[in-house]
């Protein structure tokens, strides 16, 4: 669903990759922690120093791909459409390679990853079908699948993805709603099962760092599903 009959902010909207240009600058300031790396810390169903490699989908500005490292993860590769976001993952020095590529159609090799991860980019995708018929073709069998999203809830009550501008005025992102349902649809038609399941809430560590989102206490926030190919 297209989010624009949610809307009840009216913030400018502008295409995924102009929007991640002016925000490369200060994403990992506006991003939390608790959005996307506390669900990854709970997952129980990847032993993360067994995996040899993985694709980070979205990689962004490497955020992921750092938690990746720590975690032991061998070898990673990255690939995102946005030169900006690129350019700050490439200081990080933790991916074996990095592509300036759409998501949804990479030139890397079929089966050749252990592990395929995507966060915080779902909502952009007008169909969520073909990002997890890629992620199923670049899987190894028994490979996994992971992602991590911002939660429909907060999309259906008007909350699209935004970030404020330098000179202070917001900018959102263009988004869309998929429900949980779309999820499981999209999985199935691409050869992978679901492992494992969390939501993130807005808790009491939320509310230290964003008190003005007291309204929105114990509100769905982010997801995360753990897919494994068949």
């Not at 990080?92 to 990479?106: F, G, P, Q, R």
């Not at 966060?119 to 490979?143: C, F, N, Q, T, W």
């Not at 993805?161 to 779309?182: C, Q, R, V």
Request: glycine share 6%; hydrophobic share 40%; net charge negative.
């Amino acid at each position: 669903m297209d989010f624009s009959s949610f809307d009840i902010r009216k913030y400018p909207v502008v295409p995924v990759k102009e929007g991640y240009t002016e925000w490369a600058n200060t994403y990992e300031q506006t991003v939390y922690d608790e959005m996307d790396l506390k669900l990854l810390s709970g997952i129980s169903q990847i032993p993360w120093m067994g995996v040899d490699k993985a694709v980070d989908l979205a990689c962004g500005t490497g955020r992921i791909g750092v938690w990746l490292k720590q975690q032991g993860v061998k070898h990673i590769d990255g690939v995102d459409i946005t030169p900006e976001m690129l350019s700050r993952a490439k200081e990080k020095k933790v991916y074996d390679s990095m592509l300036i590529a759409d998501i949804l159609h990479t030139p890397l090799a079929s089966a050749s990853y252990d592990l395929c991860i995507q966060v915080l980019a779902d909502e952009h995708l007008p169909d969520i079908s073909p990002l997890y018929s890629e992620a199923s073709r670049l899987l190894k069998k028994d490979g996994k699948f992971i992602i991590v999203g911002y939660h429909p809830y907060f999309l259906m009550n008007g909350l699209i993805t935004h970030f404020h501008k330098e000179n202070g005025d917001p900018l959102a992102i263009e988004s869309y709603i998929h429900l949980f349902s779309d999820h499981v649809k999209a999985a199935q038609q691409s050869n992978l099962t679901l492992v494992e399941m969390d939501e993130g809430i807005i808790d009491d560590d939320w509310l230290a760092k964003k008190p003005k989102w007291t309204k929105y206490k114990n509100w769905p926030v982010s997801f995360v599903f753990v897919w494994q190919k068949a």
